[in-house]
Each structure stands twice: as structure tokens, then as C-alpha cells.
């Protein structure tokens, strides 16, 4: 279910930006905003990553929207102007039903035209989750950085947090490591100063879950049939580009392709080279749009 928008602003004379509401099945009203395209071609549904906002892409919402693109997102529930625990969840089906009341909005503003979904991050891991489990109608999946492959964790860690998630679900397992997000040290600064990024650990039961989703993703990879863009720095220290070397050679579709960035972290929209990455990315899109155009 969705609201009605409840503020819009000109965001440049080619981009027009709103904001909107988008009610979830269990009360919730999470924040939601979209930069137009004066003459769109398709449309992108775009999904953050863990402890940061959907605000964070503005630039990349922008630069997409100047080529033809209109971009949606919005604030993960926990995350950002939406409410909730932060970045507290038990299970990623709390978040995928979330995904499927965000994409019904984005199908029904983009009016036909061709709907392509990305995630970054853990945005990354709920992306390919949700395709997996619910095999969407979408025109093709973009993953920048998917957190979709986990370091060895011994199983007696793995009970311990299973005793702790029962105890005190709250209880911070890890530090993310900030330092670690781009080489840009204005963007270092910003997300530092940035309220609605939480600076905090990740919860246990956070971490177990994702886990959880990652273990499944590990088991049905090879029923991935979407078109896939997989975007990987080589010198990510905070997702593994192993694990979109696994889903590129595992996934079932024929249409896929995996680009490593050398020497770059783990927010690429965020690095120093960011353009070039969104052009990389609009030239993807513009071929299979090509393709619905036929």
C-alpha cells in the first residue's frame, strides 16, 4: 500500500525530485523519494545497504535521471527517516516484504515502462534474496558490492550468537568498518557527520539474519535468471568480491556480466571514479532498453 507523495521540489530543470510515503503491512510508514527523468526510458528501483539512507545516492539518483533514467528508493525499515528499531531485523523477509510494497509503487509511477532493481551492499544481499525467493518481473538486477558471501565463521560462534539473538538481540557483534567505504575522504567526512547514518554495531540478531539469507542465496545462486550487472571493487575490505564471482559464474541466465574495479572500495557510487562507474552502468542499461524498444 502507498501514499499519496507529500512533497515535490525541482531538483534542476531536466530532474524532477518527490518524496512519498509507503505504508508496510504491519503499520510502518517508511520514507520514500524519487528523482523523474524528463523523458524517461525505464526506471530503477535502487535498495541501500546496511546502517546507511537512500539519500546517500543522490548524486547517482540525479546523474541517472539526466540519462533518461528515473530512479525510486527508499529508507530500509530501522534505516534512515523510516521507523523502526535501527537496523534491528529478525529474519530478510521482514525486509522483503518491505521490497515487493516499494517495487508495486515504483511499477505503478513508471506507467510500462521497463523496471530494472538494484542494491548495493546488504541492499545487494536483499536484492538477490528477493529475486530468488519471489522471481519478480523485472527488466534486469544491478549489484554494486551484494554482501552475498560471508567470511568462515566457525559454528561455535555461529551458536553462541544463536543463544545471545534470543537473550539480547540488540547486543552490537560488529563494528562496521567506516574508514573503509571509499577512498574519498570528503565522502569519510560526511558519513561521519551524517545523523541518519547509524554509526553503531550491527545487532546480533541483525547479523544472523543476514547470515541466514546469505546461506540461502549460496544454495539457489544458480536459479539467478534475470539479466545481471555485477559491480565489484577489488580492494573492497567490507564485502568479498568473491562472492559476485560466484553469483556471476553460478546464475542461470546468459545475460550477465561482472565488472571489477581495481584498487577500488567498497561504495563505488561513492569512490572518486564514480562517473565513469554510472556511465558503465547507463551504457548496460541503454543496451537491454534497446532491447524492449525492438
Known amino acids: 500500500m502507498t501514499n499519496p507523495p507529500h512533497e515535490q521540489v525541482t531538483a534542476g530543470s531536466d530532474v524532477i525530485y518527490r518524496e512519498h510515503v509507503l505504508a508496510t503491512d504491519d503499520g510502518l510508514d517508511l520514507f520514500a523519494q524519487a528523482w523523474f ?25 540525479e546523474f541517472l535521471a539526466r540519462r533518461g533514467y528515473t530512479v525510486y528508493t527508499f529508507d530500509l525499515r530501522g534505516h534512515g527517516r523510516s521507523p523502526g528499531k535501527r537496523i534491528l531485523f529478525q529474519h530478510m523477509d521482514e525486509h522483503s516484504a518491505d521490497v515487493a510494497i516499494f517495487l508495486a509503487w515504483a511499477h505503478q509511477e513508471a506507467m510500462g515502462l521497463p523496471l530494472f532493481l538494484f542494491g548495493h551492499s546488504m541492499g545487494g544481499l536483499l536484492v538477490t534474496y528477493y529475486v530468488l525467493t519471489q522471481q519478480p518481473a523485472l527488466a534486469g538486477v544491478i549489484l554494486s558490492a551484494p554482501a552475498i558471501k560471508l567470511d568462515d565463521v566457525s559454528p561455535l560462534l555461529l551458536t553462541v ?49 543476514m547470515a541466514r539469507a546469505v546461506d540461502y542465496v549460496q544454495q539457489h545462486m544458480g536459479e539467478f535468471s534475470l539479466p545481471l550487472l555485477l559491480l565489484h571493487g577489488t580492494a573492497d575490505r567490507m564485502v568479498t568480491p568473491e562472492g559476485s564471482k560466484q553469483l556471476y559464474a553460478q546464475a542461470a541466465t546468459t545475460d550477465k556480466q561482472l565488472k571489477l574495479y581495481e584498487g577500488l572500495y567498497h561504495e563505488l557510487l561513492n569512490e572518486p571514479e564514480k562517473a565513469e562507474i554510472l556511465e558503465d552502468i547507463v551504457a548496460w542499461l541503454d543496451a537491454r532498453v534497446r532491447k524492449f524498444e525492438a
Open 37 to 61: 527523468a524528463a523523458q524517461p526510458k525505464a526506471a530503477i528501483a535502487l535498495v541501500h545497504g546496511i546502517a546507511e539512507h537512500s539519500s546517500r545516492y543522490r548524486y547517482a539518483a
Open 161 to 209: 550468537a544463536r543463544l545471545l539473538a534470543k537473550v539480547t538481540p540488540t547486543l552490537p557483534m560488529r563494528q562496521l568498518e567506516f574508514a573503509a567505504i571509499s577512498r574519498d575522504p570528503v565522502v569519510l567526512e560526511e558519513n561521519k557527520n551524517d545523523a541518519l547514518v547509524h554509526h553503531g554495531g550491527i545487532p546480533v540478531s541483525t547479523g544472523l539474519a
